[in-house]
């Protein structure tokens, strides 16, 4: 089956660090852009940051709101995508959703469950 | 940044009716735009990508137009299973941006 699935959320305290997965099942996400979306309690989707594909060295990109605190990175031999996630903040708390991108359309045409982060002493 | 303005935010309707959401671009995007629906507790599943093509599976009573920067969503015949979020996105440059979304309840 083709699915995404993410793991690592949970509670983490303000300037705390947390490392978020995702488990790709049924294709291979090393062809894929690969991207995380966050969405805080109650609130519209975020663009958080973008992995591309192989072919294109694995280069990433970040939203403002994250840049220089999270870094996005691949675990190829696990078909996994990972989001660090260092100096959190309040603000940072969101469900976590990965996202793939379609290869020759380029919209989010998967997304896994999500997992919760919760920034809070 | 391209920003991308959803509206309405919120919109009651009845079963059979047909409504359209808009997303207006900041600037242009070809038809570099996809839309959502959204479930209380659910990741958002794509409906229609590149402003017009609908997804496979997608029930054919969910079209979408574009006009320049003007984007459309339209439901027609609306069923129960549509009242939802829906979220325009635009995939042209980054940063990736989302609409506010636009709630659909039921009148």
């Known amino acids: 089956e083709v699915q995404l699935v993410e793991s690592g959320g949970g509670l983490v305290q303000p300037g705390g660090s947390l490392r978020l997965s995702c488990a790709a099942s049924?294709?291979?996400?090393?062809?894929?852009?690969m991207d995380w979306v966050r969405q805080a309690p109650g609130k519209g989707l975020e663009w958080v940051g973008r992995s591309r594909n192989k072919t294109k060295s694995y280069t990433t990109e970040y939203a403002a709101s994250v840049k220089g605190r999270f870094t996005i990175s691949r675990g190829d031999l696990q078909n996994s995508l990972y989001l660090q996630m260092n100096s959190l903040k309040a603000e940072d708390t969101a469900m976590y959703y990965c996202?793939?991108?379609?290869?020759?359309?380029?919209?989010?045409?998967?997304w896994g469950p999500g997992t919760l982060v919760t920034v809070s002493s | 940044d391209i920003q991308v303005t959803q509206s309405p935010s919120s919109l009651s309707a009845s079963l059979g009716d047909r409504v359209t959401i808009t997303c207006r671009a900041s600037q242009g995007i070809i038809k570099n735009l996809v839309w959502f629906q959204q479930k209380p507790g659910k990741a958002p599943e794509p409906l229609i990508y590149t402003a017009s093509t609908l997804r496979s599976g997608v029930p054919s009573r969910f079209s979408g137009s574009v006009s320049g920067t003007d984007f459309t969503l339209t439901i027609n015949s609306l069923q129960p299973e549509d009242f939802a979020t829906y979220y325009c996105q635009q995939y042209h440059g980054y940063p990736l941006t989302f609409g506010r979304g636009t709630r659909l309840e039921i009148k």
């Open positions: 996202a793939r991108v379609h290869a020759a359309n380029w919209y989010f045409d998967l």
């Open positions: 049924g294709f291979i996400s090393t062809d894929h852009y």
